[in-house]
């Protein structure tokens, strides 16, 4: 899993509630992403951050929030606005975005299940 | 909806043979790239091979890509149990972004 962490391995929530996943690197890699996987499927992008203090959406952000105050730092919040949570986070980093160096590094992942 | 599509979605096989998988995928790419997930983990890179290229070796792996057929195939040779995993394909386009398949999962026996 690299030099990347993701806490904790597994989340229960409550509806209604937000709740905040944290993503940490210490690769010195500039990008950093979200991913959501389902069962059986593969990954679709929710967030994507190229540099520090800017991010963009990917193919799923409704429901979510990031944030990119370091840059070792990506933290997810999943919004009581996400209408189905429950799922299996991945946090990826990247050397730099779009620029030939694409290979993606990834976290352990986090298990969130809404109850 | 997902670029690539792998095949097959599963794959069960003994050690010591060769396992083959197949990607597609319907756009232009940069790069492709093939990731292994072991069960309730996170994504392990394997290997990226550029759209100008169109074999790839890595220890008892090997990825070919044509272009004009927009599909890529992933041999792992004498398999070993320790393979067993889930393999996604995953395309890059020139901005950097990945779109990942469903994935095939793979299952060596002993």
């Known amino acids: 899993d690299g030099g990347i962490t993701q806490s904790p391995k597994y989340l229960f929530r409550k509806e209604g509630q937000n709740v905040t996943l944290s993503c940490e690197q210490n690769?010195?890699?500039?990008?950093m992403y979200w991913y959501r996987q389902d069962p059986g499927q593969g990954l679709r992008l929710i967030y994507y951050?190229?540099?520090?203090?800017?991010?963009q959406k990917g193919d799923i952000a409704e429901g979510y929030s990031v944030s990119r105050e370091k840059k070792e730092s990506f933290p997810l919040t999943v919004t009581s606005a996400q209408k189905n949570p429950t799922a299996f986070y991945l946090c990826?980093?990247?050397?730099?975005?779009?620029?030939?160096?694409?290979?993606?590094?990834f976290g352990p992942g986090t298990r969130l299940t809404v109850l | 909806s997902q670029q690539g599509e792998e095949d097959p979605q599963a794959l069960s096989i003994q050690e010591g043979e060769n396992a083959t998988m197949n990607c597609s995928y319907k756009?232009?790419?940069?790069?492709l790239q093939w990731y292994r997930q072991n069960s309730g983990r996170g994504l392990v890179h394997l290997i990226l091979?550029?759209?100008?290229?169109r074999e790839k070796h890595s220890g008892r792996l090997r990825v070919t890509l044509d272009t004009s057929k927009k599909s890529s195939s992933l041999l792992i040779t004498a398999s070993r149990a320790a393979d067993t995993a889930s393999y996604f394909c995953?395309?890059?386009?020139?901005?950097?972004?990945?779109?990942f398949g469903a994935g095939t999962q793979v299952v060596v026996t002993p």
């Open positions: 990826a980093s990247s050397i730099a975005h779009g620029q030939g160096t694409d290979t993606q590094y």
């Open positions: 690769l010195n890699h500039d990008a």
């Open positions: 951050s190229q540099i520090v203090n800017d991010f």
């Open positions: 756009t232009s790419i940069n790069n």
């Open positions: 091979i550029r759209s100008n290229e």
């Open positions: 995953a395309t890059c386009d020139s901005w950097g972004k990945l779109q």
